[in-house]
T-cell receptor, first 111, second 118 residues
Framework: DAKTTQPPSMDCAEGRAANLPCNHSTISGNEYVYWYRQIHSQGPQYIIH???NNETNEMASLIITEDRKSSTLILPHATLRDTAVYYC????????????FGQGTELSVKP | DSGVTQTPKHLITATGQRVTLRCSPRSGDLSVYWYQQSLDQGLQFLIQ???????AKGNILERFSAQQFPDLHSELNLSSLELGDSALYFCASSPPGGQGPGSGNTIYFGEGSWLTVV
């Protein structure tokens, strides 16, 4: 399993872009990087995932470095509702597909 | 709404008792996962089933067991409950065509079942 490292907390002003970093230096070549978030004891919510190319969907963008040792989740225009714990997760290729959650980054979006 | 349904949403029970948590996966999903989230442990993977068969096991206690039925719903049975079993229990599901996130599939989580053991 790839071990991921995230800052424990971050602040972001409402309306600004939130850039959440993640280090995953031990990630293997066939291991996807997933991002989830959890809003105050609700079920974890899928945001985005990628293998080696940058990805974008209606929620966020994912930028993965060329060496795949780190990535950044970008919320382009953060709102108060984006306040949550964000998890960067490396997924093992052949271990049943389970997600191993770390401690995540607690993002606080402030007015 | 992820499409994963969990019941009950809240449950209070006494130590030593046994409870069953139920999960209905998203339509068409074959994999079901169970996770436990307590205050001091974060989100812990318990067990995964794929089309009725156990596929992966995490740090699930021997007092806990799970199964996935032919209609693909799953139940997590917790017995001889202790105070430390108080937690949020999440069920998640993922579609066929792989083994969940390891193959690029996405796992979708339910809203959880709050278990309080008193």
């Amino acid at each position: 399993d790839a071990k991921t490292t995230q800052p424990p907390s971050m602040d972001c002003a409402e309306g600004r872009a939130a850039n959440l970093p993640c280090n995953h230096s031990t990630i293997s070549g066939n291991e996807y990087v997933y991002w989830y978030r959890q809003i105050h004891s609700q079920g974890p919510q899928y945001i985005i995932h990628g293998l080696k190319n940058n990805e974008t969907n209606e929620m966020a963008s994912l930028i993965i470095t060329e060496d795949r040792k780190s990535s950044t989740l970008i919320l382009p225009h953060a709102t108060l509702r984006d306040t949550a714990v964000y998890y960067c997760i490396g997924s093992p290729y052949n271990q049943g597909g389970k997600l191993i959650f770390g401690q995540g980054t607690e993002l606080s979006v402030k007015p | 709404d992820s499409g994963v349904t969990q019941t009950p949403k809240h449950l209070i029970t006494a130590t030593g008792q046994r409870v069953t948590l139920r999960c209905s996966p998203r339509s068409g999903d074959l994999s079901v996962y169970w996770y436990q989230q307590s205050l001091d442990q974060g989100l812990q993977f318990l067990i995964q089933y794929y089309n009725g068969e156990e596929r992966a096991k995490g740090n699930i206690l021997e007092r806990f067991s799970a199964q996935q039925f032919p209609d693909l719903h799953s139940e997590l049975n917790l017995s001889s409950l202790e105070l430390g079993d108080s937690a949020l229990y999440f069920c998640a599901s993922s579609p066929p065509g792989g083994q969940g996130p390891g193959s690029g599939n996405t796992i979708y989580f339910g809203e959880g079942s709050w278990l309080t053991v008193v």
